[in-house]
């Protein structure tokens, strides 16, 4: 997925899934819901001017477990 897109898109997606993890997945006070994920999904959806890409971007990570998706990990791929 780091492949997909530019740097400035890539740091964006990161910085997304670091705000998950830090306000909803490790987040002890935190009541996980549906919403928890609505906000990053919208957000996502959002990341580039092209629905193609945001479209391609979001089918990659529905196929990922988040835990995995670890901004070090992801820069060093890309």
Known sequence: ?????D???FTLLVKHLSD??????DNPNHK???DSFLIFLDKVKN???S????DVIL?????VNL???KAKRMLNIY
């Open 67 to 69: 835990d995995e998706l």
């Open 20 to 25: 998950l993890r830090d306000e909803v997945l």
């Open 32 to 34: 996980l819901t549906p």
């Open 47 to 49: 990341l580039t001017h």
């Open 59 to 63: 089918r990659k990570i529905a196929a």
């Open 51 to 54: 629905a193609q890409l945001n």
């Open 7 to 9: 740097g400035k898109t």
């Open 1 to 5: 997925m780091a492949k997909t897109v």
